[in-house]
């Protein structure tokens, strides 16, 4: 039987249904809607369309959202004072600098310039480092919590599963671990060097593609009613990659002969179709989760704020009194 297909796009949309009526009672709570800013440093046409996808959730959802927008040659200094500028500024709760940045920049640099108040994208050593230790009050990165939402609308049990993760990324790979830890799966996290990486994935119930190489995972990788999870976001113009990759979804192949670009995950889809119990596309797969958990940890990072802002608060009148 062919693999389930988990639709990312309906779950975002379900998730962003709560989120809009939390975000409401927000703002008639304190008075002002949570905001979130991304700095966004250069003309890369894939960031700029993602930075205008979360400038429009955050806005639907009745967020204050912003970007600040430097040249491709903005100096080191001048876009540290610019992160500085959204730092500071009491209208934003949640920020993240999008990457890639240009190459005289260093994004490590730049994101740990964002407070771990403010870092909705979860890569503070504060935040990962929370994270690694399991404490609450951190801010946790977009893409593994999504892959858990979608693993915990299906029911995926986690508990003594064998979970492979392909990918060590901070960003994917390395959070996505310690969540899947924490729900007590057994968890191999495989990278460049893994030897054999089709006999390791083929232990896996749930087996998490965030590579980056498209169609890396075929069949030969996917245990046969494994549930599998595709974070890859892969553009691709190889006409013949694409007969390959996108055989059997004849729209998409139309699309892809009429526009010769085609988004891609790092699975190949018909492959597990074909062996694994459920899978997510790409696009309409984790994509939109990733952008939906984004706005949570934005209201996540008003409410902490909110919290410490009371507390204070607190603390005055009862020195006062
Ligand atoms: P990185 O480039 O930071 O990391 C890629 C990882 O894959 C590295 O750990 C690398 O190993 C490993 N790798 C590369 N080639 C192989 C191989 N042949 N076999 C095994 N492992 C390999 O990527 P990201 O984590 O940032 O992103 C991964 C993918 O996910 C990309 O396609 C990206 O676009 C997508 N993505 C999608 C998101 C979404 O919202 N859907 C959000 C974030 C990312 P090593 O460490 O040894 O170099």
Do not use: W
Request: aromatic letters at 2%.
């Amino acid at each position: 039987m062919a693999a389930r297909i988990l639709d990312g796009k309906a779950l975002a949309r379900s998730i962003q249904q709560r989120l809009a009526e939390e975000v409401s009672a927000f703002a008639d709570q304190s008075g002002r809607a949570p905001g979130m800013a991304v700095v966004l440093i250069g003309d890369d046409p894939a960031s700029a369309v993602y930075v205008r996808n979360k400038e429009k959730a955050a806005r639907k959802l009745g967020m204050h959202s912003e970007v600040v927008r430097l040249p491709d040659n903005a100096a080191r200094e001048q876009v540290l004072a610019a992160i500085a500028r959204s730092a500071e500024d009491p209208l934003v709760d949640g920020m993240l600098v999008q990457l890639p940045v240009p190459p005289h920049l260093d994004p490590v640099e730049l994101q740990h310039a964002v407070p771990a108040s403010k870092d909705v994208d979860g890569l503070h050593p504060a935040n990962a480092g929370r994270l690694l230790l399991g404490q609450p009050g951190g801010l946790i990165a977009c893409t593994p919590r999504g892959v858990m939402a979608v693993l915990e609308h299906e029911g995926v049990e986690l508990e003594g599963a064998q979970a492979v993760i392909v990918g060590r990324s901070n960003i994917v790979g390395k959070p996505l671990s310690l969540l899947l830890l924490a729900r007590h799966a057994t968890v191999t996290l495989c990278h460049s060097r893994t030897r054999d990486l089709a006999a390791v994935c083929r232990r896996a119930d749930v087996l998490v593609a965030a590579v980056g190489v498209p169609g890396l995972i075929g069949l030969e990788h996917i245990k046969p009613g494994a549930v599998v999870i595709d974070v890859g976001t892969n553009s691709i113009t190889d006409p013949a990659l694409a007969e390959r990759l996108l055989a059997g979804q004849l729209r998409r192949l139309e699309r892809f002969r009429d526009k010769a670009v085609a988004l891609v995950g790092d699975v190949q889809f018909a492959a597990a179709r074909e062996r694994a119990a459920c899978v997510t596309p790409v696009p309409g797969g984790i994509g939109p989760l990733t952008v939906t958990m984004l706005l949570e940890n934005t209201l996540i990072a008003a409410r902490y704020r909110q919290g410490r802002e009371q507390r204070r608060v607190g603390d005055a009148s009862s020195m006062s009194g």
